[in-house]
């Protein structure tokens, strides 16, 4: 592993020396952070400037510098350097006026496109990722956007790095179902010990499969919705009001003028539309309110490994003989840590999904 470091202008200005810890960590869903720490030389405090960019050549993504710490002993000075990955600078980006979302990867990269306002970087071409969504985005971060987008659709984003040239490069993508089919690469069991230090926690307190939807009006005029995650009845039925006033029948799009600036327009709802926007803050409301199943639980490197055989964003099997469980669980977040010994991974699971019940 090299870390290499570029400037302001994303050219390459040397290599980071005497490195004593390295971790890497990347989110599916949200934008990554790294931490550094090596000798505080002549060199490193002088490389290692706020805005700086550290590439790793063993990861795909760049990483920020944001604060760098000086500790000095006397005997020994080092260097502690905070980074985020390049993505996090899209949370400096305001999504002008409202945007009508209807599918994940076009809406997400249309963001990109529209908002960049001078922000260095390319956007990549659409993979074809066809997810339907129903939302709107008003105002808010870029950043913050993408993350409710990627949530509601499973899709995963990030900045790709290509050292060559420095650029940086938005992209949407998919992790792998290796649950199933040709993608199938094993899986993590207590029964053949790459899956220890298991805690499992399982309720419906707080659980809520039907949304009612107030939107604009008052009283009898008020536009009232509902929509519900099944057919529940009786005692079954949990019901969640939504106040959804900030969302109204007008809204206002925004385009660029040539200039820099923004000329605002404003459009009206015809009733399906404003039925559907509603429905899908009650949808995201109701994603808030759902039954818990959470597995913590520590995944070997020996039999499955990161990087071949599954990696980030990927859904992966798991199956706990012991209490009668087989899941699968999205690999949300990796964490590769650097240092003297050698390299390990550490991976964050979530979406977890009782699949069916182990036979035997």
């Keep these: 592993m090299t870390l290499y470091v570029y400037d302001k202008a994303l050219q390459r200005a040397g290599i ?3 490195i004593r810890s390295l971790q890497w960590l990347e989110e599916y869903q949200d934008a990554g952070e790294a931490k550094l720490v090596c000798s505080a030389t002549e060199k490193n405090r002088a490389l290692l400037a706020d805005g700086n960019r550290l590439y790793c050549t063993e990861q795909a993504e760049s990483a920020i510098v944001r604060q760098a710490e000086l500790t000095d002993d006397g005997k020994d000075a080092e260097l502690t350097v905070r980074a985020v990955f390049s993505a996090a600078r899209w949370d400096d980006r305001v999504v002008m006026a409202t945007e009508q979302i209807e599918e994940a990867e076009a809406g997400m990269l249309a963001l990109a496109e529209k908002h960049r306002r001078g922000l260095p970087g390319a956007t990549a ?7 339907p969504v129903d939302t709107q985005v008003t105002w808010g971060g870029v950043l913050e956007a993408w993350q409710t987008l990627a949530k509601a659709s499973g899709l995963g984003f990030r900045e790709t790095f290509a050292p060559e040239t ?8 998919k992790g792998i179902d290796r649950t199933q089919g040709d993608a199938y690469c094993g899986y993590f069991g207590d029964d053949i010990d790459n899956l220890t ?6 309720g419906s307190d707080g659980w809520k499969n039907c949304a009612i ?3 604009e009006g008052e009283g009898a005029q008020r536009k009232i919705v509902t929509v519900s995650l099944g057919a529940y009845s009786g005692d079954g039925l949990r019901e969640l009001w939504v106040d959804a006033k ?3 029948r007008k809204y206002q799009i925004a385009a660029p003028d040539g200039s820099g600036g923004y000329t605002y327009t404003d459009a009206t709802y015809t009733e399906e539309e404003y039925a559907a926007v509603l429905q899908a803050r009650g949808l995201e409301k109701l994603a808030e309110c759902l039954q818990t199943l959470e597995v913590d639980a520590t995944i070997g490197q020996g039999l499955m490994q990161y990087g071949r055989d599954y990696t980030l964003g990927d859904i992966i099997p798991l199956k706990l003989t012991r209490y009668g469980l087989r899941l699968s669980a999205r690999v949300s977040s990796v964490r590769t840590i650097y240092e003297s010994t050698g390299r390990r ?12 019940e182990v036979s035997g």
Aim: hydrophobic letters at 50%; aromatic letters at 8%.
């Design 166 to 173: 420095g650029v940086e490069t938005f992209e949407v993508y």
């Design 213 to 215: 939807v107030g939107g």
């Design 345 to 356: 991974v550490t991976a964050v699971l979530s979406d977890f999904e009782l699949t069916k």
């Design 197 to 202: 230090d298991i805690r499992i926690v399982q």
């Design 16 to 18: 980071v020396e005497d």
């Design 246 to 248: 900030d969302i109204g």
């Design 125 to 131: 071409a659409a993979k074809g990722l066809a997810v």
